[in-house]
Nanobody
Framework: QVQLVESGGGSVQAGGSLRLSCAAS????????MGWYRQAPGKERELVAT???????TYADSVKGRFTISRDNAKNTVYLQMNSLKPEDTAVYYC??????????????WGQGTQVTISS
C-alpha cells in the first residue's frame, strides 16, 4: 500500500513564505511524477506545479516566479517552496504522485491535503 503525507501548511501573512513537503511511502518501485494541486473554497481543484525525474517542472501561470517545486528522489519526497504568498493562494494543497507499484501497474495517488491560509 502506498501513502502520501503532506506537511508544512499553516497561516502566514501576505508576502510571507511556506515550504510544503510530501513524502511517499509503501511498496514503491518507482515514481514517475509528483506534483501539487490546490482547491480553494467554491473553486475547482487546479494544478499548481508538477515535476518528473528527468523533465522540466511545470507551473500554473498564477504561481510562476513565486513557487518552486523540487524532488528528493532518495526520500521519495516532493517539496513546494512558496514565496511572496498572496491571499489568492489560500487553499487546501494536495500532493499527487504517479507511482509504479508493480511490473505492469502504475497508480495515481493523492495525499490528504494541507491547509494554507494567507491573510492580507
Amino acid at each position: 500500500q502506498v501513502q502520501l503525507v503532506e506537511s508544512g501548511g499553516g497561516s502566514v501573512q501576505a508576502g510571507g513564505s511556506l515550504r510544503l513537503s510530501c513524502a511517499a511511502s509503501g511498496s514503491i518501485i518507482s515514481i514517475n511524477a509528483m506534483g501539487w494541486y490546490r482547491q480553494a473554497p467554491g473553486k475547482e481543484r487546479e494544478l499548481v506545479a508538477t515535476t518528473t525525474s528527468g523533465g522540466s517542472p511545470t507551473y500554473a501561470d498564477s504561481v510562476k516566479g513565486r513557487f518552486t517545486i523540487s524532488r528528493d528522489n532518495a526520500k521519495n519526497t516532493v517539496y513546494l517552496q512558496m514565496n511572496s504568498l498572496k491571499p489568492e493562494d489560500t487553499a487546501v494543497y494536495y500532493c499527487n504522485a504517479l507511482i509504479r507499484v508493480a511490473y505492469y501497474r502504475s497508480n495515481d495517488y493523492w495525499g490528504q491535503g494541507t491547509q494554507v491560509t494567507i491573510s492580507s
